[in-house]
């Protein structure tokens, strides 16, 4: 079995999911996102968890396992956290700095890089 497709997904508190067929909606205080699952792959849910399930170990179902689960997974984050994107700066002489409300970097250029952040 996929290890990736068993694992559960757990709800965070302020997460509705609502199940019709192969089609999961999810709402929660990001917004609202719609998911049709693939295939013959179920969802189901057991307290504050959803199990995806596949029918059999035919080859198809077996690979759409672990990337409805992932799917799944995907749209419970974005409602609940969000997106967002770290910047990890590693090696010897490169600096980064807020400058006021813009990222200045030395990133091996000969002049900074200047970076304007976006709204949120």
Do not use: C, W
Request: hydrophobic share 30%; net charge negative.
């Amino acid at each position: 079995m996929s290890r990736v497709g068993k694992a559960p997904i757990t709800l965070p508190p302020g997460v509705e999911v609502t199940l019709d067929g192969s089609r999961v909606e999810g709402t929660g205080p990001r917004g609202t996102i719609d998911l049709e699952v693939p295939g013959e792959i179920s969802v189901r849910r057991d307290g504050d968890t959803l199990i995806v399930e596949r029918p059999d170990d035919e080859r198809r179902n077996r690979s759409l396992h672990g990337l409805a689960r992932s799917l799944v997974n995907n749209m419970v984050v974005g409602v609940s956290e969000g997106f967002t994107k770290t910047l990890e700066i590693q090696g010897t002489g490169y600096r980064a700095e807020l400058d006021g409300e813009a990222l200045s970097m030395r990133v091996g250029f000969s002049h900074p890089v200047r970076v304007n952040p976006h709204d949120g």
